[in-house]
Protein backbone atom coordinates (compact mmCIF):
# COMPACT_ATOMS: atom_id res chain seq x y z
CA UNK A 1 0.00 0.00 0.00
CA UNK A 2 1.79 3.40 -1.06
CA UNK A 3 0.31 6.21 1.46
CA UNK A 4 2.95 8.61 0.41
CA UNK A 5 4.98 7.47 3.86
CA UNK A 6 2.89 9.25 5.95
CA UNK A 7 0.68 6.02 8.21
CA UNK A 8 0.72 6.45 11.48
CA UNK A 9 3.54 4.31 13.01
CA UNK A 10 5.23 3.07 16.15
CA UNK A 11 7.05 6.57 15.97
CA UNK A 12 4.61 9.10 14.50
CA UNK A 13 1.42 9.78 16.42
CA UNK A 14 -2.37 9.90 14.67
CA UNK A 15 -2.32 13.37 14.51
CA UNK A 16 1.53 14.11 13.12
CA UNK A 17 0.66 11.67 10.73
CA UNK A 18 -2.66 13.40 9.74
CA UNK A 19 -1.03 16.43 9.06
CA UNK A 20 1.22 15.01 7.27
CA UNK A 21 -1.48 13.32 5.17
CA UNK A 22 -3.76 16.29 4.59
CA UNK A 23 -0.70 18.55 3.92
CA UNK A 24 -2.61 21.20 1.55
CA UNK A 25 -5.22 21.17 3.46
CA UNK A 26 -3.63 21.70 6.46
CA UNK A 27 -1.50 24.82 4.75
CA UNK A 28 -4.87 26.20 3.20
CA UNK A 29 -5.70 26.39 7.08
CA UNK A 30 -2.22 28.43 8.71
CA UNK A 31 -1.02 29.81 5.27
CA UNK A 32 -4.47 31.48 4.88
CA UNK A 33 -3.65 34.92 2.49
CA UNK A 34 -5.25 36.77 5.90
CA UNK A 35 -2.53 35.64 8.42
CA UNK A 36 0.57 36.01 5.92
CA UNK A 37 -0.83 39.25 5.05
CA UNK A 38 -0.85 40.20 8.49
CA UNK A 39 2.61 38.89 8.39
CA UNK A 40 3.61 40.70 5.43
CA UNK A 41 2.46 43.97 6.65
CA UNK A 42 -0.27 44.34 3.88
CA UNK A 43 -3.24 43.10 6.26
CA UNK A 44 -6.58 45.42 5.43
CA UNK A 45 -7.67 46.78 8.67
CA UNK A 46 -11.31 46.62 8.06
CA UNK A 47 -10.63 42.88 7.36
CA UNK A 48 -8.89 42.39 10.67
CA UNK A 49 -11.38 44.22 12.42
CA UNK A 50 -14.02 42.31 10.88
CA UNK A 51 -12.06 38.71 12.01
CA UNK A 52 -12.08 40.98 15.69
CA UNK A 53 -15.38 41.12 16.03
CA UNK A 54 -15.77 37.80 14.65
CA UNK A 55 -13.90 35.90 16.81
CA UNK A 56 -15.15 37.20 19.91
CA UNK A 57 -18.34 35.81 18.79
CA UNK A 58 -17.01 32.51 18.31
CA UNK A 59 -15.06 32.58 21.31
CA UNK A 60 -17.91 32.90 23.25
CA UNK A 61 -19.41 29.80 21.78
CA UNK A 62 -16.01 28.27 22.17
CA UNK A 63 -16.60 28.89 26.01
CA UNK A 64 -19.14 25.96 25.86
CA UNK A 65 -17.63 23.86 23.71
CA UNK A 66 -14.57 23.50 26.35
CA UNK A 67 -17.43 23.14 28.94
CA UNK A 68 -18.77 19.94 26.72
CA UNK A 69 -15.27 18.79 26.38
CA UNK A 70 -14.65 19.06 30.09
CA UNK A 71 -17.67 17.38 30.88
CA UNK A 72 -16.99 14.38 28.83
CA UNK A 73 -13.48 14.43 30.10
CA UNK A 74 -14.69 14.41 33.66
CA UNK A 75 -16.92 10.81 32.58
CA UNK A 76 -14.69 9.41 30.28
CA UNK A 77 -11.27 9.69 31.29
CA UNK A 78 -8.97 8.78 33.99
CA UNK A 79 -6.01 10.98 34.68
CA UNK A 80 -4.72 14.40 34.59
CA UNK A 81 -6.66 15.95 31.11
CA UNK A 82 -9.15 17.19 33.36
CA UNK A 83 -6.58 19.82 34.78
CA UNK A 84 -5.27 20.94 31.37
CA UNK A 85 -9.03 21.07 29.79
CA UNK A 86 -9.93 23.38 32.88
CA UNK A 87 -6.55 25.33 32.97
CA UNK A 88 -7.81 26.01 29.03
CA UNK A 89 -11.37 26.59 29.85
CA UNK A 90 -10.28 29.60 32.53
CA UNK A 91 -7.74 31.34 30.08
CA UNK A 92 -10.80 32.04 28.01
CA UNK A 93 -11.99 34.19 30.98
CA UNK A 94 -9.13 36.30 30.27
CA UNK A 95 -9.13 35.98 26.37
CA UNK A 96 -12.37 37.73 26.61
CA UNK A 97 -11.58 40.32 28.43
CA UNK A 98 -8.87 40.98 25.79
CA UNK A 99 -10.89 40.73 23.00
CA UNK A 100 -12.97 43.52 24.85
CA UNK A 101 -10.01 46.02 25.22
CA UNK A 102 -9.02 45.15 21.50
CA UNK A 103 -12.52 45.57 20.57
CA UNK A 104 -12.21 49.74 22.58
CA UNK A 105 -8.74 49.58 20.78
CA UNK A 106 -9.98 49.39 17.06
CA UNK A 107 -13.85 50.69 17.84
CA UNK A 108 -15.54 47.64 16.80
CA UNK A 109 -18.80 47.80 18.95
CA UNK A 110 -18.85 44.01 19.74
CA UNK A 111 -22.53 44.17 20.80
CA UNK A 112 -23.49 45.52 17.27
CA UNK A 113 -21.41 42.43 15.73
CA UNK A 114 -24.14 39.87 14.23
CA UNK A 115 -22.54 36.55 12.98
CA UNK A 116 -21.90 36.08 9.25
CA UNK A 117 -22.37 32.48 8.00
CA UNK A 118 -19.07 31.39 7.63
CA UNK A 119 -18.95 31.92 11.56
CA UNK A 120 -22.14 30.61 12.48
CA UNK A 121 -21.91 27.52 10.56
CA UNK A 122 -18.64 26.85 12.55
CA UNK A 123 -20.77 27.63 15.78
CA UNK A 124 -22.81 25.25 14.93
CA UNK A 125 -20.30 22.83 14.51
CA UNK A 126 -18.87 23.56 17.82
CA UNK A 127 -22.47 22.87 19.41
CA UNK A 128 -22.88 19.63 18.22
CA UNK A 129 -20.50 18.42 20.77
CA UNK A 130 -22.70 18.53 23.28
CA UNK A 131 -24.26 15.34 22.14
CA UNK A 132 -23.63 13.07 24.59
CA UNK A 133 -22.74 10.62 22.34
CA UNK A 134 -19.47 12.52 20.37
CA UNK A 135 -17.03 10.64 22.54
CA UNK A 136 -13.94 12.29 24.09
CA UNK A 137 -11.66 11.26 22.00
CA UNK A 138 -13.31 12.57 19.50
CA UNK A 139 -14.09 16.46 21.08
CA UNK A 140 -10.02 16.50 22.58
CA UNK A 141 -8.96 15.68 18.82
CA UNK A 142 -10.95 18.31 17.41
CA UNK A 143 -9.94 20.92 20.11
CA UNK A 144 -6.67 20.24 19.71
CA UNK A 145 -6.40 21.05 15.97
CA UNK A 146 -8.76 24.19 16.31
CA UNK A 147 -6.17 25.74 18.87
CA UNK A 148 -3.53 24.32 16.38
CA UNK A 149 -4.56 26.30 13.13
CA UNK A 150 -4.42 29.78 15.53
CA UNK A 151 -1.24 28.65 17.19
CA UNK A 152 0.55 27.48 14.27
CA UNK A 153 -1.07 31.07 11.71
CA UNK A 154 0.25 33.37 14.30
CA UNK A 155 3.30 31.65 14.82
CA UNK A 156 4.30 32.61 11.85
CA UNK A 157 3.32 36.83 12.34
CA UNK A 158 6.09 36.93 14.95
CA UNK A 159 8.78 34.76 13.55
CA UNK A 160 12.13 36.40 12.23
CA UNK A 161 11.67 39.07 9.57
CA UNK A 162 8.17 39.57 9.73
CA UNK A 163 6.36 43.09 9.12
CA UNK A 164 3.66 42.35 11.02
CA UNK A 165 2.11 46.36 11.88
CA UNK A 166 3.30 46.92 16.40
CA UNK A 167 -0.20 47.38 16.75
CA UNK A 168 -1.09 43.41 15.94
CA UNK A 169 1.79 41.87 17.61
CA UNK A 170 -0.38 41.53 20.71
CA UNK A 171 -2.76 39.86 18.91
CA UNK A 172 -0.11 37.10 17.09
CA UNK A 173 1.82 37.08 20.24
CA UNK A 174 -1.71 35.75 22.13
CA UNK A 175 -1.67 32.29 20.10
CA UNK A 176 1.61 32.45 18.25
CA UNK A 177 3.58 32.40 21.49
CA UNK A 178 5.83 29.59 22.74
CA UNK A 179 3.67 28.99 25.67
CA UNK A 180 0.57 28.51 23.18
CA UNK A 181 2.50 26.25 21.53
CA UNK A 182 3.37 24.14 24.85
CA UNK A 183 -0.42 24.21 25.46
CA UNK A 184 -1.43 22.87 22.04
CA UNK A 185 1.38 20.45 22.11
CA UNK A 186 -0.34 18.90 25.83
CA UNK A 187 -3.66 18.70 24.11
CA UNK A 188 -2.07 16.62 21.22
CA UNK A 189 -0.25 14.36 23.70
CA UNK A 190 -3.68 13.55 25.19
CA UNK A 191 -5.08 13.63 21.68
CA UNK A 192 -2.89 10.93 20.64
CA UNK A 193 -2.85 8.64 23.79
CA UNK A 194 -7.14 8.77 23.37
CA UNK A 195 -6.83 7.63 19.84
CA UNK A 196 -4.17 5.13 20.08
CA UNK A 197 -6.90 3.44 22.26
CA UNK A 198 -9.91 3.89 20.31
CA UNK A 199 -11.64 1.51 18.60
CA UNK A 200 -11.70 2.28 14.01
CA UNK A 201 -14.74 3.72 14.03
CA UNK A 202 -14.30 6.28 16.36
CA UNK A 203 -10.81 7.29 14.70
CA UNK A 204 -12.35 7.76 11.54
CA UNK A 205 -14.94 10.05 13.18
CA UNK A 206 -12.26 11.83 15.37
CA UNK A 207 -10.27 12.14 11.76
CA UNK A 208 -13.31 13.99 10.17
CA UNK A 209 -13.87 16.04 12.24
CA UNK A 210 -10.28 17.40 12.11
CA UNK A 211 -10.36 17.53 8.07
CA UNK A 212 -13.40 19.61 9.38
CA UNK A 213 -12.39 21.76 11.24
CA UNK A 214 -9.63 22.72 8.59
CA UNK A 215 -12.04 23.72 6.44
CA UNK A 216 -14.40 25.86 8.82
CA UNK A 217 -11.25 27.52 10.00
CA UNK A 218 -10.13 28.28 6.07
CA UNK A 219 -14.26 29.79 5.56
CA UNK A 220 -13.48 31.88 8.72
CA UNK A 221 -10.68 33.56 7.25
CA UNK A 222 -11.77 33.67 4.08
CA UNK A 223 -14.83 35.45 5.65
CA UNK A 224 -12.67 38.12 7.37
CA UNK A 225 -10.95 38.95 4.47
CA UNK A 226 -13.72 39.27 2.01
CA UNK A 227 -14.90 42.60 0.88
CA UNK A 228 -18.60 42.61 1.87
C1 LIG B 1 -12.01 30.68 14.51
C2 LIG B 1 -11.11 30.39 15.65
N1 LIG B 1 -10.40 29.26 15.65
C3 LIG B 1 -9.56 28.98 16.67
C4 LIG B 1 -9.42 29.84 17.71
C5 LIG B 1 -8.43 29.51 18.82
O1 LIG B 1 -8.91 29.67 20.07
C6 LIG B 1 -10.16 31.03 17.69
N2 LIG B 1 -10.08 31.95 18.68
N3 LIG B 1 -11.00 31.28 16.64
Known sequence: MDDGGVEAGKDTSTTAAWVARHRRL?????RHPFTVSIHDGTVDLAAFRRWLGQDYMFVKEFVAF?????????RQS????MEIILGGLASLS???????????????GLTEVSPLKSNTLYCRFLQSFSEPEISYTVAITTFWIIETVYQDSFALCIEEGNETPPELLGTCQRWGSHEFKQYCQSLQIIADRCLAEAPADVVRSAEEAFLRVLELEIGFWEMSSSQT
Open 26 to 30: YERAT
Open 66 to 74: LASVLLKCC
Open 78 to 81: EGSD
Open 94 to 108: DELSWFKKEADKWSV
